[in-house]
């Protein structure tokens, strides 16, 4: 890098990136007294956040724990969690008087629109004196005292820089491997990266076999890694997706296989010697409709089970159904990749970083935070709240 010439403008904090996290570590430090600049190089900041929920935002979770995030370091998530919770956040919602529902499991979703929320975070920004910039790249950086950076026309200087500029999942949405580049500059170890949250692709046969069943959801238990997600499961026409196979594909590894409870909490083999002795005429595929639908159950039927009576069913015969059913073994040929990922897995070493401040230990005055770490929540609200959690974390300090 080359010798900066006199930056043009000062500020006492500079955020890249205005996601989640890079508004509210603008907001926290703003309410601090300091003076500070966030960059974006999109037309508008906030652009996962108005997407996010189907339009709706799902912004918490109201059960998030550390044990809902995948590290390598898995104690790093639990200071910032513990001293910016969901409850925190949801009281800042309520003092915009921002109306929202729980759906489902925790998860907590606007009742209007994501928009809400990124005026919400804008607001307070704006409150504090916090200058935001959108359409600036920033071209160059100089870490040092003070950290100096080239941003549209400008030469900026900072004594804190906090990068929230977050993995490249959905490239569409302006996601760029800006942070993870300037970590690896730095010297800072990182994590391998991957999609996660990602919906699964089969090829050849077993993307065959499930031709036509596309849009057609199921409950299952859906396991990866040796964790499972009761959820459900969607049919898609390059694989598989759903909530549980979301879930699953952050704990899966290419050439994996995936195990699908497609009956849970329920015992099938007894469950089909008992029908078999109270209803010996009723056909298998009509048992097995009532759960997997009668399109899959047909399918099934066709390529892994013999439909017949059940009074034809020998124990064997009985076996075999559980077999194709608890579980269902799957190959993923991979997955959609970080074009539909909601987040990337892996990232900047939480051993680069303090737990409490989210500085950098060998470059101090450097912040990383947001999806940049190697912090990746599960589905449901928690990712956000590691946003809104680390992003407070160094707005406190920064």
């Known amino acids: 890098m080359t010798d900066a010439p006199h930056p043009t403008e000062v500020f006492d904090v500079v955020v890249i990136g205005g996601g989640a996290a890079g508004l509210m570590c603008a907001l926290t430090a703003g309410g601090r007294g300091r003076r500070v600049l966030v960059l974006d190089h999109a037309n508008r900041v906030g652009k996962k956040i108005l997407m ?12 998030c724990e550390p044990e809902n995030f995948i590290s390598a370091n898995p104690h790093f998530v639990k200071s910032a969690l513990s001293r910016y919770s969901q409850w925190d956040f949801i009281a800042l919602v309520e003092k915009h008087g921002i109306p929202y529902h729980e759906k489902k499991l925790g998860q907590l979703f606007c009742d209007r629109s994501s928009r ?51 993995g490249y999942s959905i490239p569409r949405m302006g996601a760029t491997g800006f942070g993870l580049d300037l970590a690896h500059t730095l010297g800072l170890s990182l994590q391998p990266t991957r999609p996660a949250l990602v919906p699964f692709t089969l090829s050849g046969r077993p993307l065959q ?25 969607l049919f898609t026409h390059r694989g598989l997706s759903g909530p ?24 099938l083999s007894a469950h089909l010697q008992a029908l078999r002795a109270q209803r010996p005429k009723l056909e298998l595929k009509s048992v097995l ?12 039927c066709e390529l892994w089970v013999e439909n017949r009576p059940l009074e034809q069913l020998s124990n064997a015969h009985i076996e075999q159904v559980v077999a194709a059913c608890q579980p269902w073994t799957v190959w993923p040929s991979g997955t ?8 990337t897995l892996g990232g900047v070493d939480a051993g680069e970083l303090s737990s409490k401040t989210m500085e950098c230990r060998r470059v101090p005055g450097v912040y990383f935070i947001g999806e940049v770490v190697d912090v990746t929540g599960h589905l449901g609200g928690h990712n956000f709240q590691w946003a809104w959690a680390s992003g407070h974390a160094a707005g406190e300090h920064a």
Do not use: H
Request: glycine fraction near 12%; hydrophobic fraction near 40%.
């Open 289 to 300: 409709g009532e759960q997997l639908t009668r399109r899959v159950a047909q399918r099934w």
């Open 244 to 267: 549980a196979v979301l879930q699953a594909s952050s704990y899966w590894e290419e050439g994996q296989a995936v195990t699908i409870d497609l009956f849970p909490e329920l015992d």
């Open 52 to 63: 996010s929920g189907g339009g709706r935002c799902n912004f918490t979770n109201l059960y």
């Open 336 to 343: 959609e990749g970080y074009r539909t990922a909601e987040v």
């Open 116 to 166: 809400d929320i990124v005026r919400m975070l804008l607001d307070e920004c704006a409150a504090v004196g916090v200058v935001v910039r959108t359409d600036t790249p920033v071209r160059d950086v100089q870490p040092g005292a003070p950290n100096r950076l080239a941003a549209g026309a400008e030469m900026i200087a900072c004594e804190s820089l906090v990068i929230a500029t977050g």
């Open 209 to 233: 076999e499930l031709e036509g069943l596309s849009g057609v959801a199921l409950d299952t238990v859906t396991t990866a890694g040796g964790m499972g997600f009761r959820e459900n499961l």
